[in-house]
């Protein structure tokens, strides 16, 4: 469980991390993120890793939440392969406000793209206004935030 140091109360994603909802099932925890099914998957697979301390989004981000960010990847990408998903088949990104319906950063990972319906595949279109890959949010963060 996750300490309520720097959280947000109300946030739902905060309560998550701190242990504090007791109907989601955190699948992976360390000090600094965790790891939980999303309440509406867009696929077989499609999870959610968030830090445990209260990030409101992508802008909020700068060069020092790099680490973080790779942190995030790789442990979405080491539990999707624990549960033999190919991440060559996966998309994995975050909503750009204002088109995000948690303020609390997190990093979706769905696969296999395949199987997405075709709405799933609008509102998770890579690179668009509404939904950028981890990679563009990586090379935009500058030391000041996101550049636009």
């Known amino acids: 469980m996750a ?3 720097n959280t947000l109360p109300g946030c739902v994603f905060c309560k998550i991390a701190t ?10 925890q360390n000090e600094r993120l965790c790891i939980f099914k999303d309440i509406r998957p867009a696929s077989d ?3 959610l890793a968030i830090p445990n301390q209260h990030l409101e989004n992508v802008n909020s981000l700068t060069s020092a939440d790099k680490p973080l960010l790779e942190e995030l990847k790789q442990e979405l990408l080491n539990y999707m392969r624990s549960r033999q998903f190919d991440p060559a088949e996966a998309s994995f990104g975050f909503h750009i406000p204002p088109f995000t319906s948690v303020k609390h950063l997190h990093l ?5 793209v395949g199987k997405m319906g075709f709405i799933a595949r609008m509102i998770f279109k890579p690179n668009t206004w509404w939904f950028k890959t981890d990679e563009a949010i990586m090379q ?9």
């Open 3 to 5: 300490s309520t140091q």
């Open 19 to 28: 242990g504090a909802d007791p109907a989601t099932e955190i699948v992976f």
């Open 45 to 47: 697979f499609h999870y």
């Open 108 to 112: 979706h990972a769905i696969a296999p």
């Open 140 to 148: 935009s963060i500058t030391n000041d935030g996101i550049s636009q």
